[in-house]
């Protein structure tokens, strides 16, 4: 707790460090063999190569070795219950184990639809998410930058599957934080959808404020620019087609002020993908240059940084951005030009919501986007102007702009 309290006081003095000023601290990847599993069967949206694929571009690139892997443990029944339903952990495990789900659980725990169906090892990767997300805080609690792209299940309920998500990851990795000692808390999710869950989740904790920036109109429809949460919530709606001069506006002039504000002594970002310039399931526009600039960003501000994944239904912006990433947090700048390997990896993906002829040749051969520069709306600016910081402690609301 020492340590804590004192990293906690180099964070409020120092928030806004520049790059490079200070030692990079050791990152670690969190993964898991489960990335290679076949799941949510064949039509589902997240039928696609996700983490497998960062991972093998990865180890291409040099940027994996033994040193910077840890394999993710899977969280038991108990720790499961640490937030969630007792029952629904139970009839999920149930689920698994005979394959179906009746009609009475399909209705009361979302279990068995399109939206979230069964497909074998359904539980045993829910809960290995889980396990990732509380290892990656506890790594982080130790001094690492945690990086795990297969949390992130924002959306999960604690009595019911919700939006893909079968459990809620983000949130043990913030209880996991709260319960060694970190008093405050801040959750930014980056994700093109509103992090609904994890919101909800916190509503009543004062030691937690959740910020969000996603794409107007989406489901789950919830996250509008005056939803408060329990009254630390910062949430930015945006238009369709955010461009990366608007996302860096809001980052700076409404995320990173309201972040600063709350003090927090430990930071959990979602980098969900979908919010890339090419996603079949969101309207965004970003290049992947906005998203890697905005979780170093963000990850400066506490001393202690958990870095998770998200959504992302393209394969091949999904697995160059989180590669990436990866190489941003362990102090690598991705390559111009991919090696033939890396390439022949992005050349074998497939998905069925991406047509052949909008897979970009450049998401073949390179990682790093051209910058997607535009003008800054004036809908862009008010939402920033809308923002009402955070305050730690008393849970007061203190307007800064
Ligand atoms: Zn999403």
């Known amino acids: 707790m020492a340590v804590l309290a004192e990293r906690d006081v180099i964070a409020v003095q120092q928030p806004t460090r520049p790059r490079g000023s200070a030692p990079r601290p050791t990152a670690t990847f ?14 589902h949206p997240l039928a696609i190569p996700r983490v497998a694929a960062v991972m093998d571009l990865c180890a291409v690139l040099g940027w ?42 399909r209705e009361r725990y979302h279990l068995g639809n399109f939206e979230n169906p069964l497909f074998p090892g359904v539980f045993r990767k829910a809960a290995t998410a889980v396990g990732g997300s509380i290892l990656a805080a506890e ?70 404020a959740t910020m969000s920036i996603h794409e107007r109109g989406r489901w789950p429809g919830t996250g509008a620019a005056d939803d408060r949460g329990g009254g630390r919530s910062v949430n930015l709606p945006v238009p369709p087609q955010l461009n990366d001069d608007e996302f860096d506006f809001l980052l700076h002039e409404a995320l990173i002020p309201a972040v600063d504000r709350f003090r927090p002594g430990a930071i959990v970002v979602t980098c969900g993908t979908d919010a890339l310039a090419g996603d079949p399931l969101a309207g965004m526009a970003l290049s992947n240059l906005a998203l890697w600039d905005a979780v170093e960003s963000l990850c400066r501000l506490a001393p202690v940084r958990v870095v998770l994944g998200g959504g992302g239904y393209n394969p091949w ?85």
């Open 64 to 105: 994996l070795g033994e040193a910077d892997f840890r394999e993710s443990p899977e969280a038991d029944l108990d720790m499961l219950a640490r937030f969630h339903d007792r029952a629904y952990v139970a009839a999920l495990h149930h689920a698994e184990a005979v394959h179906e789900v009746d009609s009475v659980v």
């Open 30 to 43: 969190i993964g898991s063999s489960l990335a290679r599993s076949p799941a949510f069967g064949s039509l």
């Open 139 to 208: 790594l982080a609690l130790e001094g690492q930058l945690t990086f795990h792209p297969a949390g992130g299940t924002h959306h999960g309920r604690r009595d019911r599957a919700s939006g893909f998500c079968y459990f809620n990851d983000p949130v043990f990795a913030i209880l996991t934080l709260l319960d060694r000692g970190v008093e405050r808390v801040a959750y930014v999710d980056l994700d093109a959808h509103h992090c609904d869950g994890v919101q909800d989740a916190f509503r009543q904790d004062p030691r937690v």
């Open 317 to 401: 912006t999904l697995a160059r951005c989180w590669t990436g990433l990866w190489g941003r947090l362990r102090g690598c700048e991705p390559p111009p030009a991919l090696p033939a390997e890396a390439s022949a990896i992005l050349s074998a993906l497939r998905c069925d919501l991406v047509d052949d002829e909008d897979v970009r040749p450049e998401w073949l051969t390179t990682l790093a986007d051209t910058p997607n520069h535009g003008s800054i709306r004036q809908e862009v600016r008010s939402l920033a102007r809308g923002v009402v910081a955070p305050s730690p402690g008393s849970g007061a609301e203190v307007r800064f702009r």
